[in-house]
């Protein structure tokens, strides 16, 4: 499994690999500070899973516009939005993009392996 986690915050990118590899040991993580980082590493590498924040501070990419191409890169890409921002704050806007799931900050690992055990698209 091929997962991509992108956030301005280098202390909840360790949070996020460091939780995954403890839910999915498997896993290749790539833990990605912008939106280019990310789209290069789903070209070169595959993604089966994205977490990314919404709002990827200090970026003019949104997680909204990083999630829509990453899934023109895998259509079955798994999305999952971890934000600090209020569900209902860009609800109609993520639900457009067919997520997966969506977590808020702070998380847990409890949280987190609840969205990797209901992923939208199998993982083969």
Same mark, same amino acid.
Request: charged share 30%.
């Given at each position: 499994m091929n997962v991509i986690c992108v956030d301005d915050s280098r202390l909840t990118l360790f949070s996020l690999r460091r939780k995954i590899g403890c839910i999915v040991p498997e896993a290749r993580v790539a833990a990605c500070h912008n939106a280019k980082q990310?789209?290069?590493s789903?070209?070169?590498n595959g993604c089966d899973v994205l977490l990314t924040e919404l709002d990827i501070g200090g970026s003019e990419t949104g997680g !909204?516009?990083?999630a829509r191409w990453i899934r023109e890169?895998?259509?079955n890409v798994n999305i999952i939005f971890v934000t600090v921002a209020p569900e209902w704050e860009h609800a109609k806007d993520v639900l457009q993009v067919r997520p997966s799931g969506y977590v808020r900050k702070p998380?847990?690992?409890e949280e987190l392996a609840e969205e990797f055990a209901? !992923?939208?698209y199998a993982v083969p």
């Open positions: 990310a789209v290069d789903a070209r070169k !909204l516009d990083l890169i895998n259509p998380f847990n690992q209901n !992923l939208r």
